[in-house]
């Protein structure tokens, strides 16, 4: 049986899986660099999964609302800022990904920058879409040698909507009903369509 860990910031990121010969394991990791790494790395001791799954909404400067975009590519934009003394800053995860056989299917290639803060303001920004998490999870599978992929849809552009965003989408206020990617998830993955499916009031295991 499969182990695969999904990770989500926030109660309205959560999407059940419903692979056969899967084994689903969940995780809310909190928002930002620092507690994504932490409740992880602690996950991961607890089930040694086999793949680590990441969900969740990205903001963008150059795509739409809607888009969704399969990363292995990383970059940590706090950390970019130093890449000239030498320090690094970007993560691939494909090879690990393709010796393991992973998602080889999952289209959709894009790029996720991760840091600590809203971006609100239109900047140059590497990568396709933005998040607060997505790098230090890279960070500890890699330095675990377990797969990561993260799968991401944009539900803000920055410099546009991004505040408003950014508020709804993460607060813990949120509804419970709320889900923001399910019905995307489906139309980009037709082939799976069955297993992405909404859950707005089981209270999911989540470790």
């Not at 292995?72 to 010796?99: H, N, P, V, W, Y």
Request: glycine fraction near 8%; proline fraction near 4%; aromatic fraction near 8%.
């Amino acid at each position: 049986m499969l182990k695969i860990l999904v990770t989500y910031a926030v109660q309205g990121e959560f999407v059940e899986i419903k692979w056969p010969d899967v084994e689903p394991y969940y995780i809310r990791t909190g928002i930002g660099k620092v507690k994504s790494a932490f409740h992880l790395a602690e996950a991961i001791r607890q089930v040694q999964p086999d793949l680590v799954l990441n969900l969740g909404s990205a903001g963008t400067v150059n795509h739409q609302v809607g888009d969704i975009f399969v990363c292995r590519k990383f970059i940590d934009r706090d950390m970019q800022k130093l890449a000239g003394l030498g320090l690094e800053c970007e993560i691939d995860s494909s090879a690990l990904l393709e010796t393991k056989g992973f998602c080889k299917h999952w289209t959709e290639e894009g790029i996720c920058n991760t840091g600590d803060g809203f971006l609100t303001e239109l900047t140059h920004v590497s990568g396709d879409v933005v998040d607060m998490e997505a790098y230090a999870q890279a960070f500890v599978c890699r330095s675990k040698e377990i797969p990561f992929i993260s799968v991401k849809y944009v539900t803000d552009i920055i410099g546009q909507n991004s505040v408003k965003h950014a508020i709804e989408h993460r607060s813990p206020h949120q509804h419970k009903g709320d889900n923001l990617g399910a019905e995307r998830y489906c139309l980009v993955f037709p082939e799976i369509a069955d297993v992405w499916t909404e859950v707005p009031v089981i209270q999911q295991p989540v470790i």
